[in-house]
């Protein structure tokens, strides 16, 4: 299982822009579904995009919410996959976490769910406010 650490995160005020990274070692991260989720104190943990494995066609998925303004990719020559996060807004504060597995899960019509995915990182806090 690959060793994921996030970053990027920060303190932005509405209407800014993020880039978090997720970085892996020990495995290549195009052969794993990669989501990035996010949880609020008090909240559930929910999904904001995910990417399927490169040999099932790199499929995004991204919930209503942040649709239009997250972006994930996958950097193959670094084993990174970014989260750009434009438009920000005060109900996107969190703790942004990205998890890893080697199945197939994010499909376009099927937003995984969190307890799917094998490995995560320890996050990184995204804070938005004036």
């Known amino acids: 299982q690959p060793q994921l650490v996030e970053s990027g995160g920060g303190l932005v005020q509405p209407g800014g822009s993020l880039r978090l990274s997720c970085r892996a070692s020990g495995s290549t991260l195009n052969d794993y579904a990669i989501g990035w989720f996010r949880q609020a104190p008090g909240k559930e943990r929910e999904g904001v995009s995910c990417i399927s494995p490169a040999n099932h066609g790199d499929v995004t998925n991204y919930p209503g919410s942040v649709r239009g303004r997250f972006a994930i990719s996958r950097d193959n020559v670094n084993n990174t996959v970014w989260l750009q996060m434009n438009t920000l807004k005060p109900e996107d504060t969190a703790v942004y976490y990205c998890?890893?597995?080697?199945?197939?899960?994010?499909?376009?019509?099927?937003?995984?769910?969190?307890?799917?995915?094998?490995?995560w990182g320890q996050g990184t806090q995204v804070t938005v406010s004036s």
């Open positions: 998890a890893a597995d080697r199945r197939p899960l994010c499909w376009a019509s099927i937003f995984p769910n969190y307890w799917d995915f094998g490995s």
